[in-house]
């Protein structure tokens, strides 16, 4: 096995992807941009892919550079967990909360509220994994006391509770012709179209599945297994990609991508808190189911 890439360098991959160019991603890591292209350019040769479409006006991540940047993410992210559980033992103590999200709602939703948590409840520590909708559901199952999910149906043997709502948007690259277009897309000619998608599983796919009951769908361009991805590849021309309004709300404000005016297609959903059927939440666990049903109130 090739030697595993430094995380310094994935997290500059990554903040390209976020934040629109090398440029600013050097600077957001503190280093001069030409050792930011180097550090680039290693990772490159490590994996064997181009990960950066280099050009006079900038650089921008390739097809490649968009996926290896979304498997990086979820690097990243197990590293920081790895780094709060080692926090965690070396202070005697585990986490008081352990609970699973979706990935829109972990994203987008989460993080408000467990700031508004830790500000009612400050010793609690809280453990969070992040997943599909049916992984969380899977998760919840077996005995984690909250999780979040996006689907259009409630998993058997889960109560629930609505915390938000939601709607998936078409989106596209600024010069795809759906950009332009001055006519609804209807839900045939969506389904018959291949998209960027999120994989089987998750919330965002299955909401879109069930809005195409009843019109043939082609089989998808790609399908990838987060926003990031998927946004990716949407910027880059690859396909129209359906994502959630939360997920797409930077770009469609930059312009990065276009939302098409979508006819006759139920896109719009509901995000649940759930917990197992008989098993009330306590503790932490109602504190934050309270703070997220405030929030819906609100």
């Given at each position: 096995?090739?030697?595993?890439?430094?995380l310094?360098?994935?997290?500059l991959?990554?903040?390209?992807?976020?934040l629109?160019?090398l440029?600013?991603?050097a600077?957001?890591?503190?280093?001069?941009?030409p050792?930011?292209s180097?550090?680039?350019a290693?990772?490159?040769?490590?994996?064997?892919?181009p990960?950066?479409?280099?050009?006079?006006?900038?650089s921008?991540?390739?097809?490649q550079g968009?996926?290896?940047?979304?498997?990086?993410a979820?690097v990243?992210?197990?590293a920081?967990?790895?780094?709060?559980g080692?926090?965690?033992v070396?202070?005697?103590?585990?986490?008081?909360?352990?609970?699973?999200?979706?990935?829109?709602?972990?994203?987008?939703?989460?993080?408000?509220?467990?700031?508004?948590?830790?500000?009612?409840?400050?010793?609690?520590?809280?453990?969070?994994d992040v997943?599909?909708s049916a992984?969380?559901?899977?998760?919840?199952?077996g005995?984690?006391e909250?999780g979040?999910?996006?689907?259009?149906?409630?998993?058997?043997?889960l109560?629930?509770?609505?915390?938000?709502?939601?709607?998936l948007?078409?989106?596209?690259?600024?010069?795809?012709?759906?950009?332009h277009?001055r006519?609804?897309?209807?839900?045939?000619?969506?389904?018959?179209?291949?998209?960027?998608?999120?994989?089987?599983g998750?919330?965002?796919?299955?909401t879109?599945?069930?809005?195409?009951?009843?019109h043939?769908?082609?089989?998808p361009r790609?399908?990838?297994?987060?926003?990031?991805?998927?946004k990716?590849?949407?910027r880059?021309?690859?396909?129209?990609?359906v994502?959630?309004?939360y997920a797409?709300?930077?770009e469609?404000?930059?312009g990065?991508?276009?939302?098409?005016?979508?006819?006759?297609?139920?896109?719009?959903?509901?995000?649940r808190a759930?917990?197992r059927r008989?098993?009330?939440?306590?503790?932490?666990?109602?504190?934050?189911?309270r703070?997220t049903?405030?929030?819906?109130?609100?």
């Amino acid at each position: 096995m090739s030697e595993l890439p430094d995380l310094g360098s994935l997290r500059l991959l990554v903040d390209v992807d976020r934040l629109g160019s090398l440029g600013q991603a050097a600077r957001a890591a503190g280093i001069a941009q030409p050792s930011a292209s180097k550090r680039i350019a290693l990772l490159e040769r490590r994996l064997g892919l181009p990960l950066l479409e280099r050009t006079p006006r900038g650089s921008t991540l390739t097809p490649q550079g968009v996926m290896v940047s979304a498997w990086a993410a979820q690097v990243l992210a197990a590293a920081e967990e790895l780094m709060r559980g080692a926090e965690a033992v070396r202070h005697g103590r585990a986490a008081h909360l352990h609970i699973a999200a979706s990935m829109t709602v972990a994203e987008y939703l989460l993080p408000r509220w467990l700031g508004e948590l830790q500000n009612r409840e400050p010793q609690v520590q809280v453990g969070l994994d992040v997943q599909n909708s049916a992984e969380v559901a899977r998760l919840v199952g077996g005995g984690i006391e909250l999780g979040f999910v996006e689907g259009p149906s409630v998993p058997p043997g889960l109560t629930s509770r609505v915390v938000a709502t939601d709607r998936l948007v078409v989106v596209v690259a600024p010069g795809h012709p759906w950009a332009h277009r001055r006519t609804a897309l209807l839900a045939a000619e969506l389904a018959a179209t291949p998209l960027v998608v999120r994989e089987r599983g998750s919330g965002t796919r299955e909401t879109l599945d069930l809005a195409l009951t009843g019109h043939t769908a082609a089989a998808p361009r790609l399908e990838l297994g987060s926003n990031a991805a998927v946004k990716g590849a949407a910027r880059e021309g690859v396909a129209p990609a359906v994502l959630s309004g939360y997920a797409v709300e930077a770009e469609l404000a930059t312009g990065r991508l276009v939302e098409v005016t979508t006819g006759g297609i139920n896109l719009e959903r509901r995000l649940r808190a759930v917990w197992r059927r008989g098993r009330t939440p306590t503790g932490p666990a109602a504190t934050l189911l309270r703070i997220t049903l405030s929030a819906a109130r609100g």
